[in-house]
Protein backbone atom coordinates (compact mmCIF):
# COMPACT_ATOMS: atom_id res chain seq x y z
CA UNK A 1 0.00 0.00 0.00
CA UNK A 2 0.87 3.45 -0.63
CA UNK A 3 1.17 4.91 2.87
CA UNK A 4 0.04 8.48 3.87
CA UNK A 5 0.69 10.80 5.53
CA UNK A 6 -1.26 14.32 6.61
CA UNK A 7 -0.97 16.23 9.69
CA UNK A 8 -3.37 15.69 11.91
CA UNK A 9 -5.15 19.11 12.62
CA UNK A 10 -4.77 22.80 11.07
CA UNK A 11 -7.09 25.94 11.17
CA UNK A 12 -7.95 28.69 8.43
CA UNK A 13 -9.48 31.86 8.56
CA UNK A 14 -13.58 32.21 7.01
CA UNK A 15 -12.99 33.68 3.00
CA UNK A 16 -9.44 32.52 3.21
CA UNK A 17 -7.78 29.50 0.78
CA UNK A 18 -6.95 26.42 2.66
CA UNK A 19 -4.43 23.99 1.54
CA UNK A 20 -4.14 20.77 2.86
CA UNK A 21 -1.16 18.93 2.62
CA UNK A 22 -0.54 14.76 1.85
CA UNK A 23 3.20 13.40 1.66
CA UNK A 24 2.49 9.56 -0.40
CA UNK A 25 5.89 9.17 -1.02
CA UNK A 26 5.89 5.25 -1.67
CA UNK A 27 3.35 5.63 -4.43
CA UNK A 28 3.57 3.64 -7.46
CA UNK A 29 3.46 5.10 -11.21
CA UNK A 30 -0.55 4.14 -12.11
CA UNK A 31 -1.96 4.78 -8.52
CA UNK A 32 -3.95 7.49 -8.12
CA UNK A 33 -4.41 10.36 -5.26
CA UNK A 34 -8.26 10.96 -4.13
CA UNK A 35 -9.48 13.42 -1.42
CA UNK A 36 -12.65 12.41 0.08
CA UNK A 37 -14.09 14.51 3.31
CA UNK A 38 -16.33 13.61 6.39
CA UNK A 39 -18.32 16.71 8.08
CA UNK A 40 -19.14 15.39 11.88
CA UNK A 41 -19.64 11.81 11.48
CA UNK A 42 -21.68 12.67 8.56
CA UNK A 43 -20.94 10.25 5.53
CA UNK A 44 -17.40 10.74 3.21
CA UNK A 45 -17.82 13.06 0.65
CA UNK A 46 -16.13 12.24 -2.51
CA UNK A 47 -14.15 15.57 -3.46
CA UNK A 48 -11.30 14.89 -6.25
CA UNK A 49 -8.83 12.55 -7.28
CA UNK A 50 -5.85 12.96 -9.59
CA UNK A 51 -2.87 11.00 -10.88
CA UNK A 52 0.01 13.52 -11.89
CA UNK A 53 -1.70 16.49 -13.73
CA UNK A 54 -3.15 19.26 -11.21
CA UNK A 55 -7.21 18.91 -11.31
CA UNK A 56 -9.86 21.42 -10.19
CA UNK A 57 -13.54 21.16 -9.95
CA UNK A 58 -15.78 22.53 -8.37
CA UNK A 59 -15.41 22.38 -5.05
CA UNK A 60 -11.23 22.07 -5.22
CA UNK A 61 -8.12 22.18 -6.53
CA UNK A 62 -5.51 19.37 -6.35
CA UNK A 63 -1.74 19.96 -6.64
CA UNK A 64 0.18 16.99 -7.41
CA UNK A 65 3.98 17.57 -7.46
CA UNK A 66 6.23 15.87 -10.45
CA UNK A 67 7.52 13.27 -8.29
CA UNK A 68 4.43 12.43 -6.92
CA UNK A 69 5.65 12.16 -3.57
CA UNK A 70 3.18 14.31 -2.43
CA UNK A 71 0.58 16.60 -2.95
CA UNK A 72 -1.91 19.46 -1.77
CA UNK A 73 -5.90 20.22 -1.56
CA UNK A 74 -6.98 23.58 -2.31
CA UNK A 75 -10.31 25.03 -0.87
CA UNK A 76 -10.09 28.40 -2.84
CA UNK A 77 -12.24 30.20 -0.49
CA UNK A 78 -13.15 28.30 2.73
CA UNK A 79 -16.55 28.75 4.34
CA UNK A 80 -17.45 27.40 7.51
CA UNK A 81 -19.35 24.52 6.63
CA UNK A 82 -15.86 23.67 4.73
CA UNK A 83 -15.03 22.36 8.90
CA UNK A 84 -14.34 18.54 8.02
CA UNK A 85 -11.90 15.40 8.40
CA UNK A 86 -9.88 15.52 4.98
CA UNK A 87 -8.60 12.34 3.79
CA UNK A 88 -5.75 12.02 1.39
CA UNK A 89 -6.55 8.10 -0.14
CA UNK A 90 -3.72 6.08 -2.23
CA UNK A 91 -6.34 3.03 -2.50
CA UNK A 92 -4.97 -0.80 -1.40
CA UNK A 93 -2.86 -1.62 -4.21
CA UNK A 94 -4.62 -4.68 -5.92
CA UNK A 95 -7.89 -3.81 -5.01
CA UNK A 96 -10.09 -1.69 -7.29
CA UNK A 97 -12.73 -0.56 -5.31
CA UNK A 98 -11.64 -0.52 -1.59
CA UNK A 99 -10.82 2.67 0.04
CA UNK A 100 -8.75 2.45 3.40
CA UNK A 101 -9.13 5.96 5.51
CA UNK A 102 -6.56 6.58 7.91
CA UNK A 103 -6.89 9.55 10.26
CA UNK A 104 -6.84 12.59 7.80
CA UNK A 105 -6.92 15.99 8.59
CA UNK A 106 -9.47 17.90 10.65
CA UNK A 107 -9.94 21.67 9.36
CA UNK A 108 -11.49 23.97 11.20
CA UNK A 109 -12.29 27.30 9.05
CA UNK A 110 -12.69 30.25 11.99
CA UNK A 111 -14.98 33.02 11.66
CA UNK B 1 -28.72 16.00 -6.15
CA UNK B 2 -28.70 12.24 -6.33
CA UNK B 3 -28.13 10.69 -2.67
CA UNK B 4 -27.73 7.67 -0.97
CA UNK B 5 -30.77 6.69 1.46
CA UNK B 6 -29.90 4.79 4.60
CA UNK B 7 -32.20 3.78 7.13
CA UNK B 8 -32.80 3.52 10.15
CA UNK B 9 -30.81 6.36 10.73
CA UNK B 10 -30.83 5.38 14.68
CA UNK B 11 -30.87 1.69 15.64
CA UNK B 12 -31.05 0.12 19.10
CA UNK B 13 -30.35 -3.53 19.45
CA UNK B 14 -30.19 -6.12 21.84
CA UNK B 15 -26.72 -8.04 21.78
CA UNK B 16 -27.47 -11.64 19.89
CA UNK B 17 -30.30 -10.10 17.63
CA UNK B 18 -30.22 -9.67 13.96
CA UNK B 19 -30.62 -6.49 12.64
CA UNK B 20 -30.88 -5.63 8.87
CA UNK B 21 -29.65 -1.94 7.52
CA UNK B 22 -31.10 -0.58 4.33
CA UNK B 23 -29.62 1.67 2.27
CA UNK B 24 -31.39 2.91 -1.20
CA UNK B 25 -28.53 3.30 -3.40
CA UNK B 26 -28.02 5.94 -6.28
CA UNK B 27 -30.40 4.48 -9.13
CA UNK B 28 -28.23 4.06 -11.66
CA UNK B 29 -25.23 3.23 -9.74
CA UNK B 30 -24.06 -0.85 -10.50
CA UNK B 31 -21.79 -1.00 -7.64
CA UNK B 32 -22.60 -1.03 -3.65
CA UNK B 33 -20.28 -0.83 -0.72
CA UNK B 34 -20.88 -0.63 3.02
CA UNK B 35 -18.19 0.93 5.21
CA UNK B 36 -18.38 1.21 9.41
CA UNK B 37 -16.91 3.79 11.65
CA UNK B 38 -16.62 2.81 15.16
CA UNK B 39 -16.91 6.23 17.34
CA UNK B 40 -13.84 7.87 17.66
CA UNK B 41 -11.87 6.04 14.88
CA UNK B 42 -11.49 5.64 11.02
CA UNK B 43 -13.96 4.58 8.33
CA UNK B 44 -13.19 0.73 7.54
CA UNK B 45 -14.42 -0.92 4.31
CA UNK B 46 -16.56 -3.99 4.70
CA UNK B 47 -17.98 -5.11 1.62
CA UNK B 48 -18.24 -4.66 -2.22
CA UNK B 49 -21.21 -5.94 -4.36
CA UNK B 50 -21.71 -5.95 -7.81
CA UNK B 51 -24.38 -8.14 -10.15
CA UNK B 52 -26.00 -9.87 -6.79
CA UNK B 53 -22.25 -10.92 -6.03
CA UNK B 54 -19.78 -9.83 -3.38
CA UNK B 55 -17.10 -8.49 -5.06
CA UNK B 56 -14.68 -7.96 -2.43
CA UNK B 57 -14.82 -8.18 1.49
CA UNK B 58 -12.76 -7.10 4.39
CA UNK B 59 -11.59 -9.29 7.28
CA UNK B 60 -14.15 -7.69 9.32
CA UNK B 61 -16.80 -9.22 7.06
CA UNK B 62 -16.99 -12.52 8.72
CA UNK B 63 -19.75 -15.33 8.58
CA UNK B 64 -22.63 -12.97 10.92
CA UNK B 65 -22.56 -10.42 8.07
CA UNK B 66 -24.35 -10.85 4.67
CA UNK B 67 -25.21 -8.52 2.21
CA UNK B 68 -28.19 -8.16 -0.29
CA UNK B 69 -29.95 -6.70 -3.33
CA UNK B 70 -33.67 -8.06 -2.60
CA UNK B 71 -35.09 -5.88 -5.09
CA UNK B 72 -33.93 -3.29 -7.59
CA UNK B 73 -33.57 -0.40 -5.22
CA UNK B 74 -32.62 -1.79 -1.83
CA UNK B 75 -29.30 -2.68 -0.63
CA UNK B 76 -28.97 -4.53 2.75
CA UNK B 77 -26.70 -5.73 5.68
CA UNK B 78 -27.22 -8.28 8.02
CA UNK B 79 -25.85 -8.83 11.10
CA UNK B 80 -26.87 -12.17 12.66
CA UNK B 81 -26.40 -11.76 15.81
CA UNK B 82 -25.05 -8.61 17.32
CA UNK B 83 -21.90 -8.15 19.54
CA UNK B 84 -21.21 -4.94 21.43
CA UNK B 85 -18.34 -4.32 19.38
CA UNK B 86 -20.96 -4.01 16.28
CA UNK B 87 -21.57 -0.59 17.88
CA UNK B 88 -20.79 1.77 15.15
CA UNK B 89 -21.75 4.12 12.31
CA UNK B 90 -22.82 1.93 8.98
CA UNK B 91 -22.20 3.85 6.10
CA UNK B 92 -23.56 2.70 3.12
CA UNK B 93 -21.94 4.17 -0.78
CA UNK B 94 -22.51 3.41 -4.47
CA UNK B 95 -21.07 4.18 -7.78
CA UNK B 96 -21.64 4.13 -11.22
CA UNK B 97 -18.57 2.60 -12.28
CA UNK B 98 -16.63 -0.16 -10.93
CA UNK B 99 -13.54 1.35 -9.90
CA UNK B 100 -12.47 4.53 -7.48
CA UNK B 101 -12.13 7.36 -10.25
CA UNK B 102 -16.17 6.90 -10.68
CA UNK B 103 -15.79 8.49 -7.18
CA UNK B 104 -18.20 7.46 -4.62
CA UNK B 105 -21.73 8.78 -3.04
CA UNK B 106 -21.97 8.06 0.54
CA UNK B 107 -24.98 7.78 2.42
CA UNK B 108 -25.81 9.76 5.95
CA UNK B 109 -25.50 6.48 7.92
CA UNK B 110 -27.27 4.33 10.38
CA UNK B 111 -25.63 4.49 13.75
CA UNK B 112 -26.05 0.83 15.33
CA UNK B 113 -26.00 0.58 19.42
CA UNK B 114 -26.08 -2.61 20.50
CA UNK B 115 -26.81 -3.36 24.49
Known amino acids: DAKTTQPPSMDCAEGRAANLPCNHS???????VYWYRQIHSQGPQYIIH???NNETNEMASLIITEDRKSSTLILPHATLRDTAVYYC????????????FGSGTQLTVLP | EPEVTQTPSHQVTQMGQEVILRCVPI?????FYWYRQILGQKVEFLVS????????KSEIFDDQFSVERPDGSNFTLKIRSTKLEDSAMYFC?????????????FGSGTRLTVV
Open chain 2, 93 to 105: ASSEEGHLRGGYT
Open chain 1, 26 to 32: TISGNEY
Open chain 2, 49 to 56: FYNNEISE
Open chain 1, 89 to 100: IVPTRGSARQLT
Open chain 1, 50 to 52: GLK
Open chain 2, 27 to 31: SNHLY
